[in-house]
């Protein structure tokens, strides 16, 4: 059987068109019905939100190796901004998405009011900091600029990088899941920090010293940890895995049961290991 697959890239003005043209038109979901359809010949189609690399490709993976014989056929849209994937699956625009870690979701929810539900975990992309113009952490000088993420999970991940690191050193007492900027209780090295977006931080290298770049967008620039990070973040206990998420109405729908389950096989694991050979993405199941 032939699949028919939509995968389309977006971006944050045509990823809000497209939200907005859907619920204007009466498709977009939001309420108790689900909005996955009916199976057609034993297949069900999922749409699923993800990040370009490595969630789409690995939704990829699943769709052209493992889903027809599970019964389902994935049509994959590809985000480039964080903020779209979780409205998108809450108004039922897409039936499940695949970008996010427990913090950023966590804030989601709790920020937006969200009826969705996740997974269990089935990836580590290592935070790593990274520069084009010093080529170890101690090269870094006093005053330097560093560039992180403008969002607070994220933010914070890239604090606690370089707390770890020695660099600096964060108020005590404080929620290190949330910290920010104004947290920073020692900067030996007086650096200089500045914020951008998740999606813009690869484009700043040249105009900073460094800057702690999110694993998906670093993959998409062609930097990877092991070989261009100057720190780099631990996979080991790392509260930062990427997970499916859904609507919590489909919570035990068979489909987004199935896809979750193929997102944590053996199959999955070893594309993993083999495609990102010096753990710029790692498994984590």
Partial sequence: ????RTHRRLSLAAASAATLALTS??????DDESTIGEAEDGITTLTVGASPAPHAAI????????????????????FDDYQIP?????DGDLNANFFQHEPWFDSEV?????????????????FALYSSQHEDVEDLPDGA??????????????????????LITLAEGINVDTATFNDVEDNPQSFEFTEADASSLTRTLDDVDAAVINGNFALEAGLTP????????????????????????????????????????????????????????????
Avoid: K
């Fill in 1 to 4: 059987m032939s699949h028919t």
């Fill in 25 to 30: 038109c009466g498709l977009a979901g939001g």
């Fill in 59 to 78: 939704l990829e993976f699943v769709d052209e190796n493992l889903a027809e014989e599970a019964g389902l056929d994935l049509e994959i849209e590809e």
């Fill in 86 to 90: 979780n409205e998108a699956l809450n």
């Fill in 110 to 126: 709790e920020e937006n009011g969200y009826d969705i539900v996740r997974f269990e975990d089935v990836h580590i992309e290592p």
């Fill in 145 to 166: 600029t560093i560039a992180l993420n403008n969002d607070p999970s994220n933010q914070a991940r890239g604090l606690v990088l370089l707390q770890e690191a020695g």
């Fill in 226 to 285: 092991a070989e261009d990070g100057l720190l780099v973040e631990s996979a080991e206990d790392n509260p930062y895995a990427n997970f499916l998420a859904a609507r919590s109405v489909d919570e035990d729908h068979e489909a987004i049961q199935t896809l979750d389950e193929l997102l944590r096989s053996d199959e999955v694991r070893e594309y993993i290991e083999e495609t990102w050979q010096d753990d710029e993405v790692v498994a984590a199941f």
